[in-house]
T-cell receptor
């Protein structure tokens, strides 16, 4: 079975540019999570969806960040405009709600110059 | 709010030996899940083992087992017969048991323990 698929694997872009990260959850999973990982702050939950509906976005750092889940098989995390402090590894994870145990994608390493 | 504490930032073990990683948590919930995740240098986050709080029996997955002490709010991970491939950051995580509304599926992570297995 395919796991959680994230793209791109790496992204390098200049400050001020728009960045879009993509995620395809495991088929049949109904919860999807976006995380950010840095050395300083560790693993932070940005937002999560249940049945395509955003449930908790309290971890989204500021208005420059937005996330959508138009259907059960696709989600995006967008940063506009990007800043150097957004450099991090961004993970997407999915789970079958009640069973817990989130399955993570391989992450996107984002570098903002 | 839940908190998860991993008091050992780094540990090392010789290949083939056994090592135990500590995790404690604080919650007022009575029903919840606990997890251990492994993050090797490749940066993947891999689910190692899962424990449901209402189950008294400790979970086991091959060489990985847990010691779940609910009253003490302790959830340690034991790795037997350590292998070089076990070198990774290990994260303990907590999740409330979901209610019928399905809105409580967030994981709370500890800060991790970096385990190095030496040849």
């Amino acid at each position: 079975d395919a796991g959680v698929i994230q793209s791109p694997r790496h992204e390098v872009t200049e400050m001020g540019q728009e960045v879009t990260l993509r995620c395809k959850p495991i088929s049949g999973h109904n919860s999807l999570f976006w995380y950010r990982q840095t050395m300083m702050r560790g693993l932070e939950l940005l937002i999560y969806f249940n049945n395509n509906v955003p449930i908790d976005d309290s971890g989204m750092p500021e208005d420059r960040f937005s996330a959508k889940m138009p259907n059960a098989s696709f989600s995006t995390l967008k940063i506009q405009p990007s800043e150097p402090r957004d450099s991090a590894v961004y993970f997407c994870a999915s789970s079958l709600a009640r069973r817990g145990g989130q399955h993570f994608g391989d992450g996107t390493r984002l570098s903002i110059l | 709010a839940q908190t998860v504490t991993q008091s050992q930032p780094e540990m090392s073990v010789q290949e083939a030996e056994t090592v135990t990683l500590s995790c404690t948590y604080d919650t007022s919930e009575s029903n919840y899940y606990l997890f251990w995740y492994k993050q090797p240098p490749s940066r993947q986050m891999i689910l190692v083992i899962r424990q449901e709080a209402y189950k008294q029996q400790n979970a086991t997955e091959n060489r990985f087992s847990v010691n779940f002490q609910k009253a003490a709010k302790s959830f340690s991970l034991k790795i037997s017969d350590s292998q070089l491939g076990d070198t990774a950051m290990y994260f303990c995580a907590f999740m409330k048991h979901g209610n019928s509304g399905g809105s409580n599926y967030k994981l709370t992570f500890g800060k991790g323990t970096l385990l190095t297995v030496n040849p």
